[in-house]
């Protein structure tokens, strides 16, 4: 008992040293340790703000003036267009758009409801917007609403301080005055597509929404467009405008003047009536595009800020496709207006002399073959020489004529005058038209070229297309006796400022021949019998104020079998055949040449002259 007790009493619980050594060289290990912890980590802050303030100086420096100034693009104003007299037919007029800025509205949808108490937006603003957002970063405004009324303007101005990242901005809305006359010659712009995007620089657009979809407009977008400028301003924490702190303007785009006349155009609109066509009309001397009309045709305006999707499906889905410009894609069989062309080919060539006479029963046969080639009129001509051939326009004449050229002679000669390929013209969208040889359907149509095809192609039909604006280029190069001038519409380019110098479009010339002058004489004095003699198909439209020189012609839509007839009060009137006309004049200094399309007009003689007579009288009674 008494052992335990002493044990207790001189037990370690109660009698414990301390060893003072050793806790001072632990206390010492952990202060080195945590001294350099702390010297470790203080290199490391000290690493860091040496990189935030030596390093990164000028990246920060530049990141903290960001918030305070901003460069902002000033898009330029885009170039305007004229026609020959100075009449407008695009303009740029001022407009109040309503915009957002996605990344300062707190609540999006919510601001844009709130918003309608003030500001009438439809549907269609909102489809557009939500669109137009996906293409947008978050910082730059996304238009909501266009063309706001003063009112409006009011409206916002008082209530600006309840919606923070909305704001009224000025701009210049692109306008058509004369709409539906001119669409498809000057097009249209529209808002730029992300496929656009990656095609255009886009620092030269910068601040810009709008680009040239077709046309004019299209072609001639960098001159219409300009130079974007900018300017560096100071801002607030809510991004309003301080103050202007240095600034390069932007370099407007230039002006088009343009040979297209807009008188002969509503008059050739108006000429013809209710049929849909197309007329095309060429100053032969220099090239220059005096009219070019594609019937029906459309207001290109709801384009600009977005065309709704019904009003867009509407046009797509229309009968008449007022949207296809039947002057560069409408692609048809130019039937007998290629004739004078074929003549001039055979004179040429020496296959033919313009006193030669040839028999016309109302149908060719090949030697050796069953199968008739039927002339137009059922009787036949009788025996006709070249300048007959033309005046009555006799099927049977040319068949023999394109057998004796054949395939590779009638292909090689109209090649010359523009037939099978674009004309060059400045206008965006033109189709190739199609001159068939051997080669071609053996690429295409993986089958070999028969005799008989040569015969269809000498009346222009068959696999033969050519365009409007081809029939009258070529009709223009036949006036000039073998100048070939590349159609333009723009006739000069004025360069920005008051004082800017006006620069004249160059087109290409080129030179068909050597073919001897009489040759060409020839031909054309049996276009001017077309008109004036008593047997021409196109009688009707002579005149004692000038002399004209013509063509007339029949595109078939549907082919007549070999025993049947063609009855036009009988079928129905999308299948009536096409009617066509080409001329050009006076004959002896010609001023303009014509070329008409009239679909489903029939007879050239009877409904495609009428109108190339009503344009020539207005062109020339102006006195050009």
């Not at 000028?58 to 990141?63: A, F, I, Q, V």
């Not at 008051?498 to 021949?513: H, M, V, Y």
Request: some cysteine.
């Amino acid at each position: 008992m008494a052992n335990d007790q002493k044990g207790s009493f001189f037990g370690e619980d109660r009698f414990t040293f301390k060893d003072h050594l050793r806790e001072s060289r632990i206390f010492l290990r952990r202060a080195i340790v945590a001294f350099l912890v702390m010297l470790f980590l203080l290199g490391l802050l000290m690493l860091r703000l040496f990189k935030l303030q030596v390093l990164d100086h000028d990246h920060y420096t530049t990141r903290s003036r960001e918030n305070r100034v901003k460069l902002v693009p000033l898009p330029p104003g885009r170039g305007l267009i004229y026609d020959r007299n100075g009449v407008q037919l695009a303009q740029n007029l001022p407009a109040f758009n309503l915009e957002v800025t996605p990344a300062q509205v707190p609540e999006l949808a919510a601001g844009i409801e709130a918003m309608k108490s003030l500001i009438s937006i439809s549907n269609t603003d909102l489809k557009r917007f939500w669109r137009l957002k996906q293409q947008y970063r978050r910082f730059e405004k996304v238009p909501l609403r266009l063309r706001l009324t003063e009112e409006e303007v009011a409206r916002f101005a008082v209530n600006r301080h309840r919606f923070p990242g909305f704001d009224v901005e000025a701009s210049m809305v692109r306008e058509y005055p004369l709409a539906s006359h001119t669409a498809h010659v000057v097009g249209y712009v529209a808002r730029i597509s992300e496929q656009e995007l990656q095609e255009i620089d886009t620092s030269n657009y910068s601040g810009t929404t709008h680009i040239g979809k077709n046309g004019i407009e299209k072609y001639y977008e960098d001159a219409l467009h300009g130079r974007v400028g900018w300017q560096e301003v100071e801002v607030n924490a809510q991004g309003r405008l301080l103050r202007v702190l240095e600034s390069q303007p932007p370099t407007s785009g230039r002006d088009l003047l343009l040979f297209l006349d807009v008188e002969l155009q509503q008059e050739a609109a108006a000429a013809l009536g209710d049929y849909n066509g197309a007329v095309v009309a060429i100053d032969p001397n220099t090239g220059g595009v005096l009219a070019m009309v594609s019937k029906p045709s459309f207001d290109p305006n709801p384009f600009v800020e977005g065309i709704s999707v019904e009003d867009y499906a509407a046009l797509q889905s229309a009968e008449d496709k007022p949207l296809y410009n039947r002057v560069l894609r409408g692609q048809y069989p130019p039937g007998s207006t290629v004739k004078p062309f074929m003549a001039l080919a055979g004179l040429d060539a020496g296959v033919i002399s313009a006193a030669q006479h040839k028999y016309c029963p109302g149908y060719y046969q090949l030697p050796g073959q069953e199968h008739k080639y039927r002339d137009w009129r059922k009787g036949g001509h009788g025996s006709v020489n070249m300048q007959e051939a033309i005046i009555q326009s006799c099927d049977v004449y040319f068949y023999d004529l394109a057998k004796n050229l054949g395939i590779d002679g009638v292909h090689g000669f109209l090649t010359k005058f523009g037939f099978g390929r674009r004309s060059g013209v400045d206008v965006s969208g033109e189709l190739p038209g199609l001159l068939p040889s051997p080669e071609w359907k053996l690429r295409h149509r993986k089958s070999a070229w028969y005799p008989g095809e040569t015969l269809i192609t000498g009346i222009g039909q068959g696999y033969f297309l050519a365009t409007p604006l081809q029939l009258a280029s070529a009709t223009a190069t036949l006036a000039a006796r073998g100048k070939h001038i590349e159609p333009r519409v723009v006739r000069a380019v004025h360069e920005p400022g008051p004082d800017g110098e006006l620069k004249l479009t160059a087109s290409k010339i080129t030179s068909i021949g050597p073919i001897a002058t009489n040759h060409w004489e020839r031909v054309i004095d049996a276009m001017v019998g077309v008109v004036e003699s008593e047997r021409g198909t196109a009688k009707r439209i002579r005149t004692s104020a000038y002399r004209i020189a013509g063509k007339t012609g029949t595109a078939q839509v549907f082919s007549v079998g070999q025993d049947e007839k063609y009855d036009e009060d009988r079928i129905d009137f999308k299948m009536r055949d096409h009617a066509l006309f080409v001329a050009f004049a006076p004959v002896d200094a010609p001023e303009i040449a014509v070329a008409v399309l009239v679909e489903h007009g029939g007879h050239g003689g009877a409904v495609a002259a009428p109108i190339a007579r009503r344009v020539m009288d207005k062109y020339l009674s102006q006195g050009h």
